[in-house]
């Protein structure tokens, strides 16, 4: 407290004395205000970036406040007018970005402690490709998220099974480890929307990123083609054959700790899991990660992941430029280095990973970042969410045999025509394939 | 001395204006909303009876979480009343120890929504804390999934049962007190057993009662919402959606406020018709005694 007056007050003598400082329009120092969603990952980095910052810029406090309400705490304030400066919660970012309420980033400002760079080149390919609007990025992540299959390397090795590599390797694996007296999977059956990273995993293994991709776009006949029903099939599969059969009563929670109790031999997951259940694994619990293996060869491997927890600046807020300072600062890559320190995850900035010494777990996440030659994420929810419940409810009887696989692709398709012939829902702008991975014949 | 005008309106002025606040001002901007697009976040857009005309769909999900406020009602909120009616006809009896069953029945009731949730959680769980899937593991049975979202309504039944059934023990004990013994007396001079007394005596002169409680058991299953949420870790299904919970998500989790203020428009006029067949009720010809 008394180092804040201290600060205070050298602040306003030297903004008295007419020395650098940020633009306030008044006398007074700028105050940010920065609202963060508090999960997890507590707010611990955010607050010395925060402390960082004000020592970095002369006569700038940030006002950092978290909550896990924070995005029903801001709303009746965005209506009003009086919003934040900076928020990293889960509000509607897509209705922010069309009702005209966030701030258009400047990409092209330099790049913090990266000489000779811009902001924008220190992101990593295709992570500000969902926040981007007619041209201008509207915010940004500070989280790479990506989706695995954890499992425990001593039992493992203890049991002789070996990573699966092929598809023919995969289903052998599952086999024995069923054999094994076994669950090959836990599951977060009260969340079903856990299996939808797993079956567009899959769907990409067996169309690609244009099969992916036209899901996405809403194109028509896209959730009737034939890699989306084979996808389906492979997941309802791997759902009634491999799955923990109590899943569906279990949390996400209940079902991790199957996991980590070695009751289930792996969990699909984000890369939040460690985290997630540090305080409940057992000390010789050797936490590694692998991806789905391919289904043809003429498919490239790619991870699936992307932009997460995402940050924005509001368009109405008292110093909103400041607060696109602090953001560039927030994600200098630096920073980003400290973020995967803090939180066991990944960042979306170039090179952040390379100046940290890895754990294991998060070294095999890297790795399949590094093989992957592109990567690719879910926009359905984030640009439809409605569309996205309908995909939630439609998995679940996908998963546990209540529907053919064939009826889920047809379900699917028929809301997304919906979604297509509704003239007010907005659209989305289209996910782009790059031509390298454009197929003449699917 | 009769208080004048003014000073009623002094002493009510403070509740009708909190109550004009926090009830009125937002139930009239409901219904605003419900004929708008308002997402919560930003501007609302008139779009007339638009959401009106997408809860009539008979495949909508308003639909699935109607019948399941339906199933709410008519099992465990029968069921509930029936198990009442019994503890309290049983109790009524002054049999031994009619005292603690009292106390024992009414419990639940005073118990926190959250403490109940965690209870039924160690009863119905699918891991290993679950006592009813522990039993059923001992017998050699495979676990049941009651907390599934697809067996979840039925798994509310008991859980229903056990904590209302207490609440309206009491008011069925304070009618059936008040019925003169004279009656009771007659029926037995007339040779009526205990079945015939409680068909013929007691079940005619609770009818009041009765109908009240029927009242309670629709309103309160027409309002039916922590439970759902607390066992569905705030994300129902189709299979598991009431009214309640469809309209939080609807207005909170997939930002369609102006849908969700339809839904809760005519989740109240449901309310609202249920109460006035009610005090019709009431309002028929009272048997005096």
Redesign the interface.
């Known amino acids: 407290m008394a180092r804040h007056g201290e600060r205070l007050l050298m602040a306003v003598l030297l903004a008295a004395a007419g020395c650098e400082k940020a633009q306030t329009g008044s006398n007074g120092p700028v105050l940010l205000e920065f609202a963060v969603f508090e999960g997890g990952y507590g707010l611990g980095w955010h607050e010395r970036a925060s402390r960082a910052y004000e020592e970095a810029t002369l006569g700038v406090r940030v006002s950092l406040w978290g909550s896990p309400r924070v995005s ?1 705490k801001l ?1 009746p304030r ?2 009003r007018g009086n919003p934040p400066e900076i928020a990293l919660c889960d ?2 970012i897509w ?2 970005m ?2 005209g ?1 966030l701030r258009p980033l400047d990409l092209s400002r330099p790049a913090y402690g990266q000489p000779g760079k811009t902001w924008g080149d220190t992101f990593l390919p295709g992570v500000l490709d969902l926040t981007t609007y007619q041209g201008h990025c509207l915010a940004i992540p500070t989280e790479f998220g990506g989706w695995v299959i954890w499992y425990d390397q001593k039992l493992w090795r203890d049991r002789g099974w070996q990573v699966p590599r092929t598809w023919a390797d995969f289903e052998r694996v599952c086999q024995e480890i069923k054999r094994a007296g076994i669950a090959p999977f836990a599951f977060q ?4 929307s856990y299996a939808i990273g797993t079956f567009f995993g899959l769907l990409q293994r067996a169309g690609g990123l244009e099969a992916f991709a036209a899901t996405q776009n809403l194109e028509p006949g896209a959730w009737v083609a034939s890699p989306a029903i084979q996808a389906a099939r492979l997941m309802q599969d791997i759902a009634l054959s491999y799955f923990d ?2 899943c ?4 996400h929670i ?1 079902s991790q ?2 996991f980590v109790n070695r009751r289930c031999a792996m969990v699909a997951c984000g890369l939040w899991l460690k985290h997630e259940m540090e305080q409940n694994t057992p000390p010789d619990f050797e936490l590694s990660c692998f991806d789905l293996p391919p289904l043809r060869d003429d498919v490239p491997y790619m991870w699936q992941g992307g932009g997460s927890h995402l940050c924005m600046v509001f368009r109405d807020a008292s110093h909103a430029e400041q607060a696109e300072d602090f953001l560039r600062f927030l994600t200098s890559r630096s920073n980003m280095a400290k973020w995967i320190e803090h939180s066991g995850s990944l960042a979306p900035v170039r090179g952040a990973a390379d100046d940290v010494a890895l754990p294991p777990d998060l070294k095999a996440a890297k790795e399949l970042m590094d093989r992957a030659a592109y990567s690719f994420q879910s926009r359905l929810s984030f640009f439809y ?2 569309l996205g ?1 309908t995909m ?2 439609q998995i ?1 009887f996908l998963i ?1 045999g ?1 529907c053919r696989p064939e009826a889920f692709c047809q379900a699917m398709e028929a809301a997304c025509q919906a979604v297509r012939e509704n003239p ?1 829902i907005p659209k989305a702008p289209p996910m782009e394939v790059p031509a390298r991975f454009r197929r003449a014949s699917p | 001395m009769r208080p004048s005008r003014g000073m009623i309106a002094v002493f009510l002025l403070p509740a009708v204006a909190l109550y004009t606040v926090f009830v009125l001002i937002p139930a009239l901007s409901a219904f605003g909303y419900s004929f708008t ?1 308002f ?5 609302p857009r008139w ?1 007339g009876l ?1 959401n009106f005309t997408e809860l009539a769909d008979t495949g909508s999900d308003f639909t699935a979480a109607l019948l399941n406020n339906l199933f709410i009602i008519l099992v465990p909120g029968t069921a509930t009343l029936l198990v009442a009616l019994a503890f309290a006809f049983f109790i009524d009896q002054q049999l031994h120890g009619s005292r603690l069953f009292r106390v024992v029945f009414f419990f639940p009731n005073i118990l926190p929504l959250a403490a109940t949730a965690a209870l039924w959680i160690l009863v119905f ?3 290993d804390i679950g006592a009813v899937n522990r039993v059923l593991r001992a017998m050699g049975f ?2 049941a ?7 979840l309504l039925r798994s509310l039944v008991p859980i229903l049962v056990w904590g209302g059934a207490g609440f309206y023990m009491i008011l069925f004990l304070a009618a059936m007190s008040s019925i003169p013994s004279t009656l009771y007396e007659a029926a037995r001079m007339d040779g009526a057993g205990l079945w015939h007394q409680f068909r013929h005596v007691t079940l005619p002169l609770l009818r009041d009662t009765i109908a009240m409680c029927l009242i309670f058991t629709i309103i309160g299953g027409l309002k039916f919402f922590d439970l759902i949420w607390i066992f ?2 705030q ?1 129902p ?2 299979d598991s959606h009431v009214v309640a919970t469809l309209i939080y ?1 609807m207005a ?5 406020s102006g849908y969700g203020a339809a839904m809760s428009i005519v989740q109240f006029v449901l309310i609202l018709a249920v109460t006035l067949v009610s005090l019709k009720l009431f309002r028929k010809e009272r048997l005096e005694y």
């Open positions: 029903e709303r965005i209506l509000l509607p209705l922010l069309q009702g309420k059956g009260k969340y079903p059969p109590n569906m009563a279990l949390s209940e700790m199957e969410p409605g419940q939630v409810d679940r546990t209540q007010r | 697009d997402t919560g976040v930003t501007r779009i638009e769980s699918a891991t495979a676990p999934q009651f907390m599934s979202s697809a067996n569905e870790k994300h299904t189709r998500s909170f989790n997939q930002y369609r």
